[in-house]
């Protein structure tokens, strides 16, 4: 926001402050972009709502810091790229971030610290825990005007590489270290996260998938009693248990012998076009009915057969839907699946999620849910960005780099603060009409 800017907005964290543009003096800060956070924290209330699934046993009269001021110091810390607790050390003077957290950046308290942060996220029970990651299931279908006709989710686990003696922390040897596994739950149209479930670094079991399902579908259903919901995964929830169990889905599914002899006339047909047209490639689907001995009903399956001049590849998945040809199950269904990854990615890379240390399996879920909360303030500050603006689809660190870590001058008086960014700011309008359109509606 250049000097020239007079006219002034309000960020309701503190409503009897006005925050302009025009002034000479005051405090440094790094991260002036944390209020369009806090807008965004606000607009969607993500720190009131895990506060009030945490028990406080502390006498009221002697608080410093409640529940829900601490959670949202850690969310706008790990949105900003600060994802250890003890950057808070240092954060906790920093006049944007008390000024992002409802405090004056001056006169103001200090933030918690890392020895307080740590302390609450050991401190929610199992009981709470859970409470916690069904938190992001209501936060997911409150950020729908209405229930949606259907709904498809998008289901994977990652690795999460340890580095110490966390409990649950298994030696996997596909990936040849000890880790967790979690399991990241999105929604395909949105790329909104659904749910994040810490759990042993082993391949999940049919059972396991199952029961992770249910009882995120039971939840979703408490919202949307009606809405069609389609499960899509790869090889690893093909399991028998989970296709009896749900109403839709499509999975991947590996091949094997019995698969390949009922695919072989579709794929010598493949095979002997491209040999006559004498193409480096040629691709067909071909669909069949297949049933697994583990199986209690045949089921429908698409494949992919592609022929090249190094042989054969075929590809399977598995599936209930009714509608649609095989080119369709797979090329445009199933590889959408693909997305998922790109958004685990961005869950890990960007906001640093793998940062799962603490010794106690429950803390660590806390920490996936902390981390998932800032996911949600990084979408909610790109979705409020118009979409002509190259920043509407940008990803985290982009938007981190672009909108958050910009420097900037923070001075209170007695009657209002003032936050100055340089003349040569580029992305000035854009913050300023972020911050207009995402303060509060009111007087």
Partial sequence: MSDDTSQPFLFPAIRHKKITADFDGGQITSDGGVLLLAAAERRIGMADRLARLI???RNPRRLTHGVADILRARMLAIACGYED????DHLRCDPGFKLACG???DTGRDLCSQPTISRWENAPTLREVIRLTYALVDTWCDSYARPPAAVTLDIDDTVDVVHGHQQLA????????RCFMPIHVYDAATSRPVAIIIRPGKTPSGQEIRGHLRRLIRRIRSHWPNTRLIIRGDGHYGRPEVMAWCEAHIFGLPGNSVLHRLLEPSADDIRVR???TRAQSLRGYAEIRYGAKSWKQQRRVAARIEATTLGLDIRCVVTSLRGGNAEWLYGALYCARGQAENLIRRHKGQLASDRTSCRSLLANQVRLVLHTAAYWLMLTLRDA????QP???AEFTTLRNRLLKIAGRILETATRVRIAFAAACPEAALFRSLAISMQAAGP
Avoid: C, K, Q, T
């Fill in 385 to 388: 960005i118009p979409a002509p």
């Fill in 103 to 105: 405090r004056l950046p």
């Fill in 85 to 88: 607790a003890d950057d808070l």
């Fill in 55 to 57: 028990a406080d046993p």
């Fill in 274 to 276: 491209r040999a006559e």
């Fill in 391 to 393: 920043l509407a689809s």
């Fill in 170 to 177: 298994l030696f996997n040897a596909h990936h040849d270290e």
